[in-house]
C-alpha cells in the first residue's frame, strides 16, 4: 500500500473563502477584474506519477541509452461559487494535466533531456481557457574529465506555450492572451570546475561527505 500511495494519491478540500479572480461588468460599459473570496469551493482529483529508471530495480533489461522516464498525469474536479455586486455565478469545471520527463544518452557521450507540459481545453459556464502545449529539449556534453560542461537548451519548441481565456456573461464577453517572453527561445551555458568535484557516484573513496550532519560524538 505505501509503494502504491507513492505513485497515486486522491485529494478532497472543501473551503470557505478561497481567493479566485472574478470579472464582471459595471455601468453597463466598464468591466472589473478583481479577487474574490469565493463563498464555496469543493474540489476532488486525483495524481498519478510513474517514474521509470534504468537500474537494477527494473525488472526488465533497458537500453543502456535509456536514463529515465517519468510520466505525471493529474486530473480535479472544481466546483466554485462565488460573486462580485450582483454578479454571481456557481461553475463546476474539469481540468486535466500531463507532465513528462525524458532523459537519455546519446552519441558522442551526450546527455539529453526532453520535457513536455501539456493543458488540455477547460470550458465551464463562464470560462474557456484554451489548450496549452510546452516542449524543451536540453543537451549537455562534459569535457576534460568533467571540468568542462557545454549545455544547449530549446525552449517552447512548438511555440504553443501561451495562455489565451474567454470569459461570457449575459452582460459581457472578454477575450485574454498572454505570451511567455521565453517562448521559443535557445540559450548555450559553458560551466567550468575549478576544484575536484565529482559526482557522489565517481568518488572511489569514501572521504565522508555524503553522510548527514545528523551524528552525535
Known amino acids: 500500500m505505501n509503494l502504491l500511495s507513492s505513485y497515486l494519491k486522491f485529494y478532497y478540500y472543501d473551503t470557505k473563502g478561497r481567493a479566485t479572480y472574478f470579472s464582471t461588468v459595471e455601468d453597463d460599459s466598464i468591466i472589473v477584474g478583481t479577487y474574490v473570496n469565493a463563498k464555496s469551493s469543493r474540489t476532488y482529483g486525483t495524481d498519478f506519477s510513474l517514474p521509470i529508471m534504468n537500474g537494477s530495480i527494473v525488472p526488465v533489461k533497458l537500453p543502456d541509452w535509456f536514463t529515465m522516464l517519468n510520466i505525471s498525469l493529474s486530473y480535479y474536479h472544481l466546483t466554485d461559487e462565488a460573486g462580485y455586486n450582483n454578479d454571481n455565478y456557481v461553475i463546476n469545471r474539469n481540468v486535466f494535466k500531463l507532465n513528462g520527463n525524458l532523459t537519455c544518452k546519446l552519441w558522442y557521450e551526450i546527455n539529453a533531456s526532453a520535457y513536455i507540459n501539456y493543458t488540455p481545453k477547460v470550458q465551464d459556464d463562464r470560462f474557456i481557457t484554451y489548450s496549452m502545449t510546452y516542449l524543451g529539449v536540453y543537451l549537455s556534453r562534459d569535457f576534460m574529465k568533467n571540468k568542462v ?31 511567455f517572453n521565453y517562448s521559443p527561445s535557445m540559450w548555450l551555458s559553458f560551466r567550468y570546475n575549478f576544484n575536484d568535484f565529482k559526482m557522489k557516484n565517481e568518488r572511489k573513496v569514501d572521504d565522508g561527505r555524503d553522510k548527514t550532519d545528523n551524528q552525535m560524538f
Not at 149 to 171: C, E, K, M, R, V
Open 149 to 179: 560542461q557545454i549545455s544547449l537548451g530549446i525552449n517552447d519548441i512548438l511555440n504553443a506555450s501561451h495562455s489565451q481565456s474567454i470569459t461570457t456573461t449575459p452582460d459581457f464577453y472578454s477575450y485574454s492572451s498572454y505570451r
